[in-house]
């Protein structure tokens, strides 16, 4: 039984389009969300952390959180070939102290 | 730069051999977790230490592997015997405190090969 679930992709989206990449978790995983980019080869980089209801808004990215659908999801605004990447959602499990990461969704940004 | 440190980048063994990862937290980070990621696929948790504690180690398999992050000194992961299926990338990150509102800062990791 997974506790983060992403789909795996991967999305392909136009350069200055609208990325969506979205997010569900089960209800052992505690309200502490967070995004990570990853590129090939590389470590993961946080790239935003939302603990409450609502939007939260970085520059070009927003992550949204709605813990009564148990959803949380990462747009990028005007996308650009540098953000192909794998994005890793990752929740943060009530009463334990581990972070859970999802597989992680790979995106493709166009030129 | 006072990131998380790991090394080496890359470890080769040997079937058999004995690998060991080595990781130093961040600057006033007490916290230590390790994380082994499969080519094409996700994190997977495996062990959280704090100094010369193992507070969770649900994600470590049962035999060959071992963690530990004494007083002084780096965090180290041991893995004996070595076999093909540990070929992985294994990272280490860190927090500043061991609560669910902390987010992870990760080193650039550790490759192991198993020849």
């Known amino acids: 039984q997974k506790e983060v679930e992403q789909n795996s992709g991967p999305l392909s989206v136009p350069e200055g389009a609208i990325a969506s990449l979205n997010c569900t978790y089960s209800?052992?995983?505690?309200?502490?969300f967070f995004w990570y980019r990853q590129y090939s080869g590389k470590s993961p980089e946080l790239i935003m952390s939302i603990y409450s209801n609502g939007d939260k808004e970085d520059g070009r990215f927003t992550a949204q959180l709605n813990k009564a659908s148990q959803y949380v999801s990462l747009l990028i605004r005007d996308s650009q070939p540098s953000d192909s990447a794998t994005y890793l959602c990752a929740g943060a499990w009530a009463g334990g102290f581990k972070t859970i990461f999802g597989a992680g969704t790979r995106l493709f940004v166009k030129a | 730069n006072a990131g998380v440190m790991q090394n080496p980048r890359h470890l080769v063994r040997r079937r058999g051999q004995e690998a060991r990862l080595r990781c130093s937290p961040m600057k006033g980070h007490s916290h230590v977790y390790w994380y082994r990621q499969l080519p094409e696929e996700g994190l997977k948790f495996m062990v959280y230490l704090q100094k010369e504690n193992i507070i969770d180690e649900s994600g470590m398999p049962k035999e060959r592997f071992s963690a530990e992050f004494p007083k002084e000194g780096p965090s180290i992961l041991r893995i004996q015997q070595v076999v093909r299926g540990d070929s992985a990338a294994y990272f280490c990150?860190?927090?500043?405190?061991?609560?669910?509102?902390?987010?992870?800062?990760f080193g650039n990791g550790t490759r192991l090969t198993v020849t």
């Open positions: 990150a860190s927090s500043p405190r061991g609560n669910d509102n902390s987010p992870l800062h």
């Open positions: 209800d052992r995983v505690s309200q502490s």
